[in-house]
Nanobody, 129 residues
Framework: QVRLVESGGGLVQAGDSLRLSCAAS????????MGWFRQAPGKEREFVAA?????????YRDSVKGGRFTISRDNAKNAVYLQMNNLKPDDTAVYYCAAGLWDSPDSNYYEAWHLYSYWGQGIQVTVSS
């Protein structure tokens, strides 16, 4: 069993930065691939970023690539982070941290929300224009 708790959300203006954190319980955190997903009102949940257990591979949705968002993890602290820069109003959503006890060379796996077994409660990020 893994418990995930997100923090760091809030209301910011376009162009600002935020850093989301996800604290995980459990002794085998480094065995889990970790993902960030988001869901805006009236829209489907969508993949944002993911990182493998060792932290040496990361995956992003196209709209946040190029350094706008960066996912990282600290296995010693059982934590995963999402640094979000140059935020846009379209980034407004509830952001969820997710964990999956698997690893895959296929990037499509990381975008599939149903493959993650554990989810946080979500945290609101609102970007005003």
């Amino acid at each position: 069993q893994v418990r995930l708790v997100e923090s760091g959300g809030g209301l910011v203006q376009a162009g600002d930065s935020l850093r989301l954190s996800c604290a995980a319980s459990g002794r085998t955190f480094s065995s889990y691939s970790m993902g960030w997903f988001r869901q805006a009102p009236g829209k489907e949940r969508e993949f944002v970023a993911a990182i493998v257990g060792r932290g040496d591979n990361t995956y992003y949705r196209d709209s946040v690539k190029g350094g706008r968002f960066t996912i990282s993890r600290d296995n010693a602290k059982n934590a995963v982070y999402l640094q979000m820069n140059n935020l846009k109003p379209d980034d407004t959503a509830v952001y969820y941290c997710a964990a999956g006890l698997w690893d895959s060379p296929d990037s499509n796996y990381y975008e599939a929300w149903h493959l993650y077994s554990y989810w946080g409660q979500g945290i609101q990020v609102t970007v005003s224009s």
